[in-house]
Nanobody, 117 residues
């Protein structure tokens, strides 16, 4: 079975930091790209950041310069370091692991991030 488990969410004050983790099992994690998505109440799901299997990264404009996506293949884990958090970052954050050509992808259960004013 394939499983992605997110952790690290919580409540933080504006300007604070959180580090999300996504640990995968049941896949060869090193050959998958990994993305973080988020969905806030009343809004569409948003792609936050992506790291490819070759460790190339991309970020949504709204988080560029504040968030950093990374991976540790030896631990089958991806990370999202979130700094300078804003209330607008409040959302459920989801990890997604994917193969090229969308031949496969898997989702985590989500972790809540709440940023207070």
């Amino acid at each position: 079975q394939v499983q992605l488990v997110e952790s690290g969410g919580g409540l933080v004050q504006s300007g604070g930091s959180l580090r999300l983790s996504c640990t995968a099992s049941g896949i060869i994690f090193s050959i998958y790209g990994m993305s973080w998505y988020r969905q806030a109440p009343g809004k569409q799901r948003e792609l936050v950041a992506t790291i490819t299997s070759a460790s190339s990264t991309n970020y949504a404009a709204s988080v560029k310069g504040r968030f950093t996506i990374s991976r540790d293949n030896a631990k089958n884990t991806g990370y999202l370091q979130m700094n300078s958090l804003k209330p607008e970052d409040t959302a459920i954050y989801y990890c997604n692991a994917y193969l090229p050509r969308d031949s496969a992808n898997y989702w985590g259960q989500g972790t809540q991030v709440t940023v207070s004013s």
